[in-house]
């Protein structure tokens, strides 16, 4: 059997595309007898690139490996055409927004950000000038001065994308920028990442939900259990995760009045209270038409959402089926 | 496509090796900050508490109290033996660990800083901290020791107390750069300095025999004699045979670079994983 999908999309050994802005040439990355990235050849054009794959597919491990913080076991991975790890030099080029929600909580949003510019060896003027720049580019001036460590989860991501835009690089790494953020943030976060894109960057943006992908790239790069997958065009690949229901955790204070709210919905198959008593859980067949009745829904006082999770069980059939074809 | 990567394709970009000063110093800073914060401080305080306590009492009960007696027992036998060694170890134990437990090193390693330069930045604000401390207490305790002798305003403040400082922060950054290169290597630094505390700092150092020329109290104790002329019998140090002062200068010395060189090179080199993959 031929599965159409896999046949459309770029053949992942393909010639190298000689504009690749981060190259993986043979990379394999192990964690004692765990296996991060096993054997990746990749070439990562400039522009903007989405980079799927359900949890532990080596997402991480990838952004990791092209931001030089690890070194990789075999195979040599660069950017901008320069060995990656542990080139402090390079890193004047590149931004990285990292997964992790961490912060130096004692700092203001203005003070961290202005403490990675000067860490990124910008004068203490021109550091001054580029924080609010990029403070006012992620919409975070009217709360730059108060504690990190009061900021909802929105607001950290857009510190994160900030800290990672400061010192203007020529190519910026997004790991799972939307994680946990209310629908309102992740359409604000999106737009950023779209603005950013159209500016000219190249930006590698990780995920493990195809629909915050397609919002900003048509191009993205399929990863799991360390292996490449396909490179292509989203298109197809959405097609057929369409054909799956897709299931959405939402957490609400007022869970069942959202609930009730979603039920009378046509693309919604199904509704379940989840484990924790204020989360839901949705199935949808259409994840388009719901994700674009989301931020409605979360700014309606009588049922709020506070957070948005994509269970990726969806993803990870579809991505058994390409390996399998 | 943006102008400048089209560009960067056609011509890859040349690196620049250069090291902004305003970066490193921005660097000495949130270390500084990030240690002086939090409970680390506060044990700090309540530990060098405990001579001024210590001397408080002596004052107010022992029969015959001798000024002189309390400042050298406290300073040069209490505070070296255990204060030192552990206020190096629990700041420098942290210095790097810290941040990794925090997850707030990827910040630091992802700008243009080479990483043995974060490390030895870090090592610097480091000793700086513990060293404002050691001076703030030791003039303190000196203070407290002598605080209804006139001697203290005529003989004592300042320079007694700087000069023995000088030689406390002399071996507090030995310390530090030995249970900071410590916390390079394990998560548990903690218990690796104070058995290293224990059992090398506290029991070699101790017996008459070569090996303890080989321990920093030993070479505190040296450079106390020789420059201080402080001498006391517990060291079991001989005037007539004991090294010279350019000795234990020399040996400290040589233990702050080695430590610090091994360190800086062991962190240049190690991967700092932020997330552990699953099923590892």
New interface residues.
């Given amino acids: 059997m031929t599965n159409p999908l896999a046949d459309s999309i770029t053949d992942v050994s393909a010639k190298p595309d000689?504009?690749?802005?981060v190259e993986f040439d043979g990379v394999s990355k192990w964690?004692?007898h765990?296996i991060?990235v096993n054997n990746l050849n990749l070439k990562i054009p400039?522009?903007v690139t989405g980079l799927l794959g359900p949890?532990?597919a080596?997402k991480?491990?990838l952004l990791?490996l092209a931001?030089?913080?690890?070194?990789p076991s075999q195979g040599t991975v660069k950017v901008?055409?320069?060995r990656a790890w542990?080139?402090?030099?390079?890193?004047?080029?590149?931004?990285?927004c990292?997964?992790?929600d961490?912060?130096?909580e004692?700092m203001s949003g203005r003070e961290f950000i202005n403490?990675?510019a000067?860490?990124?060896?910008?004068?203490?003027r021109d550091?001054n000038d580029a924080t609010a720049r990029v403070l006012d580019a992620v919409k975070m001036t009217e709360h730059a001065n108060r504690p990190v460590k009061g900021y909802s989860k929105g607001m950290r991501q857009r510190t994160k994308i900030a800290?990672a835009l400061v010192h203007d690089p020529?190519v910026l790494f997004l790991d799972e920028p939307l994680t946990g953020t209310d629908p309102v943030a992740r359409r604000d976060l999106l737009d950023i990442i779209h603005r950013l894109g159209d500016?000219?960057?190249?930006i590698l943006v990780s995920s493990h939900v195809l629909h915050e992908v397609q919002v900003v790239t048509p191009h993205i790069v399929l990863i799991n259990r360390g292996r490449l997958v396909a490179v292509g065009n989203i298109r197809q690949i959405r097609d057929l995760i369409d054909n799956h229901p897709h299931r959405i955790i939402l957490k609400s204070p007022e869970y069942r009045a959202l609930a009730a709210k979603l039920v009378v919905c046509e693309d919604v198959v199904g509704v379940e209270i989840g484990r924790k008593n204020d989360t839901i859980l949705v199935e949808t067949n259409s994840p388009d038409r719901f994700y674009s009745r989301l931020s409605s829904l979360a700014l309606s006082a009588d049922s709020p959402i506070e957070e948005v999770y994509s269970e990726d069980d969806n993803l990870e059939a579809v991505f058994r089926y390409l390996v399998n074809s | 496509?943006?102008?400048?990567?089209?560009q960067?394709?056609n011509e890859?970009?040349v690196?620049?090796?250069g090291?902004?000063p305003?970066?490193l110093?921005?660097?000495f800073r949130?270390s500084v900050?990030?240690l002086i914060?939090g409970r680390r401080s506060l044990v700090l305080i309540l530990l060098f508490s405990l001579p001024l306590l210590t001397v408080v009492i002596a004052q107010m009960y022992a029969p015959r109290y001798d000024a002189a007696d309390a400042a050298r027992n406290v300073i040069f036998l209490f505070i070296p033996q255990t204060l030192l060694p552990l206020t190096a170890l629990i700041f420098a134990a942290g210095m790097i660990q810290d941040e990794i437990e925090?997850?707030?090193l990827?910040?630091?390693?992802?700008?243009?800083?080479?990483?043995w330069l974060i490390y030895v930045t870090k090592l610097a604000a480091t000793v700086v901290v513990t060293a404002v401390f050691t001076t703030v207490f030791t003039t303190l305790t000196y203070a407290v020791c002598y605080a209804s002798d006139p001697r203290l305003k005529t003989e004592i403040l300042p320079w007694v107390p700087l000069r023995a400082s000088a030689v406390m922060i002399a071996a507090l950054t030995a310390y530090v750069t030995v249970f900071a290169l410590i916390s390079v290597f394990t998560r548990r630094a903690v218990v690796v300095g104070i058995a290293y505390i224990v059992a090398f700092e506290g029991a070699v150092a101790n017996i008459e025999f070569m090996i303890r020329q080989y321990t920093i109290i030993y070479q505190f104790r040296l450079i106390s004699l020789r420059w201080l002329d402080i001498q006391i019998s517990e060291w079991n140090l001989n005037p007539a045979t004991a090294p010279a002062l350019s000795d234990g200068v020399l040996n400290l010395a040589l233990t702050i670079v080695v430590c610090m060189t091994i360190g800086a090179i062991a962190f240049?080199?190690r991967?700092?994983?932020?997330?552990?993959?699953?099923?590892?």
Avoid: D
């Avoid at chain 1, 931001?67 to 070194?71: A, C, D, I």
């Avoid at chain 1, 000067?118 to 203490?124: E, Q």
């Avoid at chain 2, 990827?106 to 990483?115: A, D, H, K, Q």
């Fill in positions: 000689p504009g690749a802005i964690y004692g765990v991060g400039a522009g949890n532990g080596g991480s491990t990791q931001t030089g913080q690890l070194r901008l055409g320069h542990n080139n402090f030099a390079l890193n004047r080029y590149i931004g990285l990292p997964e992790q961490a912060f130096y004692w403490a990675c000067r860490l990124s060896g910008l004068s203490p550091a800290q020529l500016e000219g960057r190249s | 496509m943006s102008a400048n990567v089209r960067m394709i890859p970009i690196l620049s090796r090291v902004s305003s970066a110093f921005t660097l949130m900050a990030r914060r925090e997850q707030t990827t910040y630091l390693l992802i700008r243009p800083i080479p990483r240049s080199r991967e700092f994983r932020v997330k552990t993959p699953e099923g590892a």
